[in-house]
């Protein structure tokens, strides 16, 4: 009896909480529209620029409604790729925000689809990136610890890219399509040992779209 109760107890700990993100509810959308649509074949949430409140220092983020989240591993399905018109320097930017406060406070790992085959081998190293907004965007890690929060991993513009985060106290984890070993580790989040809120998010002239989420604590 001990033993199954003890096994209960193990099971209902590894349950996800899941959001098949197949509708804008329950969730807060800052700076960007978010629509229902399908990509690929698949039904997925749309986060797109909202135009006159979008700004290139501002990421586009759709807060998770009771997603409260200190510890644990996030896992979610995503696609991201340069929206029509977008600038020559965009990149697709796509990710998940995590222990967020507010629209400017949080930790994130997000992608840059067009790096991941990109003929320039500077540019496939920035393929994945951790910040921790507002006080370390990626323009002060990259310039005061080159190459330690951000790496290479294969990647295609829109297509589906699953991402799984581990995050435990002070340390965080990047998986990206089902690896084994995390392509970007992180030993110093920087707001430190914190939780709040899940959010999708996108950055500068992004198209980008999110399914399954499943966040296991």
């Not at 370390?136 to 294969?154: A, H």
């Amino acid at each position: 009896m001990r033993w199954t109760l003890l096994l209960l107890l193990a099971v209902t700990a590894l349950e996800a909480q899941t959001w098949p993100l197949d509708s804008t509810t329950p969730m807060s959308v800052l700076h960007a529209k978010a629509n229902v649509t399908t990509h690929s074949g698949r039904k997925a949430l749309q986060l797109i620029q909202s135009g006159e409140t979008f700004s290139n220092s501002s990421a586009g983020l759709a807060a998770i409604s009771g997603s409260d989240f200190e510890d644990g591993t996030i896992e979610i399905d995503l696609a991201g790729l340069p929206r029509q018109g977008a600038a020559q320097a965009a990149r697709g930017f796509i990710g998940v925000a995590f222990r967020l406060q507010d629209a400017t406070h949080y930790e994130a790992f997000y992608i840059r689809p067009t790096n991941g085959r990109a003929d320039d081998q500077l540019r496939r190293n920035h393929s994945t990136q951790y910040i921790g907004e507002p006080e370390f965007p990626w323009e002060r890690l990259r310039q005061e610890s080159p190459g330690v929060y951000e790496s290479y991993t294969d990647l295609v513009p829109g297509e589906w890219t699953k991402l799984k985060i581990v995050v435990s106290g002070v340390k965080a984890q990047l998986f990206v399509n089902n690896m084994d070993q995390p392509c970007l580790i992180v030993n110093d989040l920087k707001h430190g040992k914190s939780r709040g809120k899940i959010a999708l998010w996108i950055g500068p002239d992004t198209e980008g779209y999110f399914a399954n989420l499943a966040v296991r604590k």
